[in-house]
C-alpha cells in the first residue's frame, strides 16, 4: 500500500509464492494508471499499465486490477522469484492546465526469499 | 526500446556551485520530465517539456531551471546548489501530449556538500 513517513511498506514473500502490492490512488477523473518496478539504484521501470475503463489487465506473470468503485489498484505478480525484489509504485494519469501528468506513489518494498 | 540516459550516476558538489544534469532520449520523443525521488515522498515533478524551447514548471521548481535546445537533450540546472537539494534525480520521457506513459533513465544521485 502506500507509505505515510519516510518508511516504504514491505511485502516479504517465499519465491514461488503470489504476491499482491496494493495501491490507493486519489483522483476518481484518473482515466489511466501504471506500475512501475525500481530495483536499487536504478531508475523506475514500466511493467504494466490499465486504462480507467478496464478492471483487469494481464501482462507475462503479472496483473493489474483496478476497482474504481474505491480508488484502489493492484499489481498480482505470479510465481515471484527473486529478481523481482523491487520497489513497485502506482502512478494515476491527469489532465493538469492541458498537460498529462502522472503522480507517483511512494511505493512498496518487495523482498523474495529464495 | 526506449532508452534514456543520463550524464552522470552519482555527482558530488559543494553548496554554492553551479550544477548540470543532462538527460538524453533516443526515441524522438516530444515530452521530457525531471524529477527529484527522496525517501517517504515518492517522485516529485521538477520541471518538465513538451516541445524544443518549451518548457513548464512542475510541483517544485523553486532552486531549478532547464533547457531544452534540442528535442533529445533536456537540461536540470542547479543555479546554486543547496544541500536540501541532495537527492536522486531521475529523468524521463514520453511520446507526445497523448502519451501517458513515462520511460525512465537510471538517474543520477547528487550529494551536496
Known amino acids: 500500500g502506500e507509505s505515510v513517513g519516510l518508511h516504504l511498506p514491505t511485502l516479504s514473500v517465499q519465491e514461488g509464492d503470489n504476491s499482491i502490492i496494493n495501491c490507493a490512488y486519489s483522483n476518481s477523473a484518473s482515466d489511466y494508471f501504471i506500475w512501475y518496478k525500481q530495483e536499487s539504484g536504478k531508475g523506475p521501470q514500466f511493467i504494466i499499465d490499465?486504462?480507467?475503463?478496464?478492471d483487469k489487465r494481464q501482462g507475462q506473470r503479472v496483473t493489474v486490477l483496478l476497482n474504481k468503485t474505491v480508488k484502489h489498484l493492484s499489481l498480482q505478480i505470479a510465481a515471484t522469484q527473486p529478481g523481482d525484489s523491487a520497489v513497485y509504485f502506482c502512478a494515476e494519469n491527469m489532465m493538469n492546465t492541458g498537460f498529462q501528468k502522472l503522480v507517483f506513489g511512494t511505493g512498496t518494498r518487495l523482498l523474495v526469499s529464495p | 526500446d526506449v532508452k534514456v540516459t543520463q550524464s552522470s550516476r552519482y555527482l558530488v558538489k559543494r553548496t554554492g556551485e553551479k550544477v548540470f544534469l543532462e538527460c538524453v532520449q533516443d526515441?524522438?520523443?516530444?515530452?521530457m520530465f525531471w524529477y527529484r525521488q527522496d525517501p517517504g515522498l515518492g517522485l516529485r515533478l521538477i520541471y518538465f517539456?513538451?516541445?524544443?524551447?518549451?518548457?513548464e514548471k512542475g510541483d517544485i521548481p523553486e532552486g531549478y531551471s532547464v533547457s531544452r535546445e534540442k528535442k533529445e537533450r533536456f537540461s536540470l540546472i542547479l543555479e546554486s546548489a543547496s544541500t536540501n537539494q541532495t537527492s536522486m534525480y531521475l529523468c524521463a520521457s514520453s511520446l507526445n501530449r497523448g502519451g501517458k506513459t513515462q520511460y525512465f533513465g537510471p538517474g543520477t544521485r547528487l550529494l551536496v556538500l
Open positions: 526515441m524522438d520523443h516530444e515530452n
Open positions: 490499465i486504462r480507467s475503463n478496464m
Open positions: 517539456s513538451y516541445d524544443v524551447k518549451m518548457k
